[in-house]
């Protein structure tokens, strides 16, 4: 089955304490992207991927981190998660950036 | 800044009533997509409208796009509480930058 997988879920963290949300695609899919969603702002774009070892900087990058050294996973770093972070994120992949994305479960992150 | 602005923010109507829901953009693209998203879930591809194409058909939903006004809908016939959902245009602008840029969603209740 054609999908997107994050994990963790549900996170709650403290300020400070770094963490990593996985996201693995099983689509063979060029392009990934992190999106986080906050109430009133919609879907706002972190990072994106074209390809392995290509990444580039969205609307959002401040305060995270990517890397993609194999096609299947995009992992988000958050190296000093603060408060304004807690957010729903969102991993997505396609075969390019304006052709159909699928999107993970999210993972819900609260930092205390 | 974002792309695209979905309008109205948020939409109830009753069960058999047709939604429409309308999405701008301000630079020149490729093609539009539209998402549907359940509450807290992640979005998932509706339809893809090319820049070159003025209307397309996908079961109840019917999306058109008019470049000239940089403006598209999307509209959704004889509606069902099932449709319930936020709905997301999601656009690429042309040159410059590989970002996907999504709205902030129009709401939709459809009461049974």
């Known amino acids: 089955e054609a999908q997107v997988t994050q994990n963790p879920r549900y996170l709650i963290t403290v300020t400070g304490k770094k963490l990593t949300v996985t996201c693995s695609q099983n689509m063979n899919h060029e392009y990934m992207s992190w999106y986080r969603q906050d109430p009133g702002l919609g879907l706002r774009q972190i990072y994106y991927s074209m390809n392995v070892e290509v990444t580039d900087k969205g609307d959002v990058p401040e305060g995270y981190k990517v890397s993609r050294k194999e096609k299947r996973n995009f992992p988000l770093i958050l190296e000093s998660p603060s408060p304004n972070q807690t957010s729903l994120y969102f991993c997505?992949?396609?075969?390019?950036?304006?052709?159909?994305?699928?999107f993970g479960q999210g993972t819900r992150l609260t930092v205390v | 800044s974002q792309q695209g602005e979905e309008d109205p923010q948020a939409l109830s109507i009753q069960e058999g009533e047709n939604a429409t829901m309308n999405c701008s953009y301000k630079?020149?693209?490729?093609?539009l997509q539209w998402y549907r998203q359940n509450s807290g879930r992640g979005l998932v591809h509706l339809i893809l409208?090319?820049?070159?194409?003025r209307e397309k058909h996908s079961g109840r939903l019917r999306v058109t796009l008019d470049t000239s006004k940089k403006s598209s809908s999307l509209l959704i016939t004889a509606s069902r509480a099932a449709d319930t959902a936020s709905y997301f245009c999601a656009t690429d602008a042309q040159g410059g930058s590989e970002k996907l840029v999504f709205g902030k969603g129009t709401k939709l209740t459809v009461n049974p």
């Open positions: 409208i090319r820049s070159n194409e």
């Open positions: 630079t020149s693209i490729n093609n």
């Open positions: 997505a992949s396609s075969w390019a950036r304006n052709t159909e994305a699928f």
